[in-house]
C-alpha cells in the first residue's frame, strides 16, 4: 500500500486528486493540508510514503517544505505539483530532493505513473519538464539556475513594475482591482520562478536579465 499525503490549498485541485486515485487498490490517501506547516504536522503522525506537494501554498511553501522534509523525513518522497514549468522553479526543487515534478494538467494515467515510479525510487517529470531540462542541459549552457529560461505572464510583469514603482501591496490591489492575496500570490510566483529569496532580488534580478521587455 503506498501511503500518500495531498499537500494543496485548493480544495477543488485535492478533491480532484482524491477521485482519480478512489480506486486504486494500492493506493490509499491518508492526509491532506493546505499549507507545509500542516503538511509537516501530518508527517509527524501518519506513515507517509509519498507527499504530493504543491508549490505555491500559504503559511509555507512548497520550496521550503520540502527542504524541511528532506532534512526531517529523508526517506518520504516528494512529487511536486505546479502549473509552471519554468527552469529556475524545476531547478529549486530538485536541489530540495524532490523526485518528482508534474504539471497541475496531468491526467490520471500519468499521475498514477507518477507515484508509482518514485515510490520504486526512480525519478519522474512531467514530458514539459523533460523538456526544459534538456533544453538547459543543451552544449554551452550550465545547470546554474540563473541559467534556465524564465517566462513572467503580462500580470506579474504589471506587478513587478509597480514594485520596482514603490508601490505597496495594497496599491497595487487597488490599481489593478484585485485582492491584496493575489498580488501576493502573483510575487510569491515570481519569487519562485527567479529562485530569489525577497524583493530586492526580484528587482534585480528582472533588471539584470532584461526580463520586463
Known amino acids: 500500500m503506498i501511503n500518500i499525503l495531498i499537500a494543496e490549498d485548493h480544495q477543488m485541485m485535492v478533491d480532484g486528486i482524491k477521485a482519480m486515485l478512489a480506486n486504486e487498490p494500492a493506493i490509499r490517501v491518508v492526509a491532506e493540508a493546505s499549507n507545509g506547516i500542516e503538511a509537516l ?30 532534512a526531517l523525513y529523508p526517506m518520504v518522497k516528494v512529487i511536486a505539483l505546479s502549473m509552471y514549468d519554468e527552469g529556475a522553479l524545476i531547478y529549486s526543487m530538485l536541489k530540495n530532493g524532490v523526485k518528482g515534478y508534474i504539471l497541475k494538467n ?13 515510490y520504486d525510487g526512480e525519478n519522474y517529470f512531467s514530458d514539459h519538464v523533460k523538456d526544459t531540462l534538456m533544453t538547459s542541459m543543451q552544449p554551452g549552457k550550465t545547470k546554474s539556475s540563473s541559467e534556465f529560461m524564465v517566462k513572467l505572464t503580462r500580470r506579474e510583469k504589471e506587478i513587478i513594475n ?14 489593478l482591482f484585485i ?21 530586492a532580488g526580484l528587482v534585480r534580478t528582472v533588471i539584470q536579465k532584461g526580463l520586463l521587455d
Request: net charge negative; proline share 1%.
Open 106 to 118: 496531468i491526467g490520471k494515467e500519468r499521475l498514477l505513473e507518477a507515484i508509482q515510479t518514485v
Open 41 to 70: 504536522s501530518l508527517l509527524e503522525k501518519n506513515d507517509i510514503d509519498i507527499v504530493l506537494l504543491d508549490i505555491n501554498m500559504p503559511v509555507l511553501d512548497g520550496v521550503e517544505t520540502s527542504k524541511k522534509i528532506k
Open 179 to 199: 485582492s491584496e492575496k493575489t498580488v501576493e500570490t502573483h510575487r510569491k510566483h515570481v519569487l519562485q520562478k527567479l529562485n530569489v529569496r525577497n524583493t
Open 162 to 175: 509597480l514594485i520596482i514603482d514603490e508601490y505597496t501591496t495594497a496599491e497595487i490591489a487597488e490599481k
